[in-house]
């Protein structure tokens, strides 16, 4: 079957009935940090379950939206690991690029995919480098992002964010958000997946973002429409303490 007809597992009656509780952003996550070498240290010790093998089935059921029938377009992945959708994307001719703290995490992204590739060290970074694929359709940067306006990558038709926002740490939501408006070009889609949960249970990452953060972050300059919210809840979720977890997919177009 084509990866892009599989559907997501939606609700059911009692999950699609239950009222997530939204908690103040005065409650959540605000003083929790993460470093750029703890990300790193992630993908050295391999406890990467954030990577997702399949691709986003959210994606993959919205992709239509998400494309709007274009062809050729730039599509931006911020802090992409070795997500697979970025070879999806260049299969179906798109120009992808992506930043990611983890060199590790591009280099198997590119042995996994089974495409070669050639590396070159950034002049506007130092100790930054960009890994582009043989093909020339695909551009990772390893670099953190704040440092990735440097390198003048350009603006993009289409943003892919999921495991981004979630994993910038609180206090530097607003200078995500500025990078990424920065990087939106006219007549932009930009899709965001976030998670809904008790965070009182669980510090994060990935943190939780309220409806109300995303609409203060970017409604100035984006409509903002949540396209649905389904049931993400695993087996591995109980060892976070909590007992729902749903992930919501918001549609970011131009105001």
């Not at 703890?38 to 986003?56: I, L, Y």
């Not at 440097?150 to 990078?179: C, E, H, M, S």
């Not at 949540?226 to 749903?246: N, P, Q, T």
Request: proline residues 4%; charged residues 25%.
């Amino acid at each position: 079957m084509d990866w892009r007809q599989r559907s997501p597992q939606t609700m059911g009656d009692t999950k699609a009935s239950l009222d997530i509780k939204e908690f103040p952003d005065s409650e959540v996550h605000q003083t929790r940090v993460l470093t750029l070498k703890e990300w790193q240290d992630k993908w050295v010790t391999g406890n990467t379950t954030f990577h997702q093998e399949k691709g986003n089935q959210l994606l993959k059921k919205h992709l239509e939206t998400f494309l709007n029938g274009q062809s050729g377009l730039r599509v931006f992945f911020p802090l992409c690991g070795k997500a697979v959708e970025m070879k999806w994307f260049a299969d179906l001719g798109h120009n992808v690029v992506g930043v990611e703290i983890s060199e590790l995490g591009i280099r198997e992204f590119f042995k996994e995919q089974n495409l070669s590739y050639s590396e070159e060290q950034l002049a506007e970074i130092p100790g930054a480098t960009v890994f582009k694929s043989s093909s020339g359709n695909i551009s990772l940067y390893c670099c953190s992002i704040f440092d990735l306006p440097r390198a003048n990558i350009g603006q993009f038709d289409r943003i892919w964010d999921r495991g981004a926002l979630v994993a910038i740490n609180p206090d530097d939501r607003k200078r995500y958000t500025d990078i990424i408006l920065s990087l939106l070009r006219k007549g932009f889609r930009y899709l965001l997946a976030v998670l809904s949960y008790d965070p009182t249970k669980h510090a994060g990452p990935p943190f939780y973002v309220t409806d109300a953060e995303i609409r203060r972050l970017f409604g100035t300059k984006c409509s903002i429409s949540c396209l649905e919210k389904v049931d993400a809840f695993e087996e591995r979720h109980k060892h976070w303490g909590i007992d729902y977890i749903f992930e919501k997919l918001y549609l970011l177009t131009e105001k």
